[in-house]
Nanobody, 122 residues
Framework: QVQLVESGGGSVQAGGSLRLSCAASGFTYSRTCMSWFRHAPEKEREKVAGVNSDGSTSYADSVKGRFTISQDTAKNTLDLQMNSLKPEDTAMYYC????????????????WGQGTQVSVSS
């Protein structure tokens, strides 16, 4: 049974930093596709950052230069370092993953964590 457990959310003032962590378990193989999403009230869910099939990383334009995603495939963890946080970063952050990548390089994201709340005050 696949489980994703996020941690590290909290409340900070604008300009502050937080580090989110996601621990994955239950995958059959070590190769997984993992990304961070966020969902703010009255907004659509947004992919914040992800690790691509070639190991490169991708970011939403809104967080480029401020957030850094890192994956430890040996430990099956996914971290998101968030610096220079802004009030508009306030959202529930979710770790999403699946076993391997599709042939097209995409990810099915069948598995989701319970989410961790990030609140940034001005």
């Amino acid at each position: 049974q696949v489980q994703l457990v996020e941690s590290g959310g909290g409340s900070v003032q604008a300009g502050g930093s937080l580090r989110l962590s996601c621990a994955a378990s239950g995958f059959t193989y070590s190769r997984t596709c993992m990304s961070w999403f966020r969902h703010a009230p009255e907004k659509e869910r947004e992919k914040v950052a992800g690790v691509n099939s070639d190991g490169s990383t991708s970011y939403a334009d809104s967080v480029k230069g401020r957030f850094t995603i890192s994956q430890d495939t040996a430990k099956n963890t996914l971290d998101l370092q968030m610096n220079s946080l802004k009030p508009e970063d306030t959202a529930m952050y979710y770790c999403a993953a699946d076993q391997g990548f599709r042939a097209t390089g995409g990810c099915a994201y069948r598995f989701w964590g319970q989410g961790t709340q990030v609140s940034v005050s001005s």
